[in-house]
């Protein structure tokens, strides 16, 4: 049984919480060092299926800026971040554009949208 220590940051706090697989514990974990019940779902989904967002640019032409500021629409599995920032990397837009505009739609297979976050008309 390995324990592992995440950091949580659901809320201001930072616990730092100490997790195990336990079988025959409740949730299948044994829990330590959370000052609240988010904690423990944030352990136990970092441990399992760790997730993060992505905010990033990509080059846009006739506009008066020459990036434009990009989000995912959910967060994406960990493991697939390099991939998708590749994805990422590749686009080219041309102004105009609105915000909340779909730059990738399921970008690599996780079914998670590339959502522009600032409107650039053309010039």
Not at 87 to 112: C, F, Q, S, W, Y
């Amino acid at each position: 049984m390995s324990k592992n220590d995440v950091i949580c940051v659901v809320c201001p706090v930072g616990c730092k919480i100490s997790i195990a697989e336990n079988k025959d514990a409740e949730l299948g974990y044994d829990i330590e060092g959370n000052k609240c019940k988010k904690g423990i779902n944030y352990a136990i989904e970092e441990l399992t299926n760790p997730t993060r967002n992505i905010a990033s640019t990509v080059c846009i032409e006739g506009a008066h800026l020459t990036r434009l500021p990009v989000k995912t629409s959910e967060p994406i599995p960990k493991g697939k971040i390099f991939e998708c920032m590749n994805e990422i990397n590749k686009i080219k837009l041309t102004a105009p554009v609105k915000m909340g505009d779909i730059i990738i739609e399921n970008v690599r297979g996780t079914e998670v949208n590339i959502l522009a976050t600032r409107s650039l008309p053309d010039i």
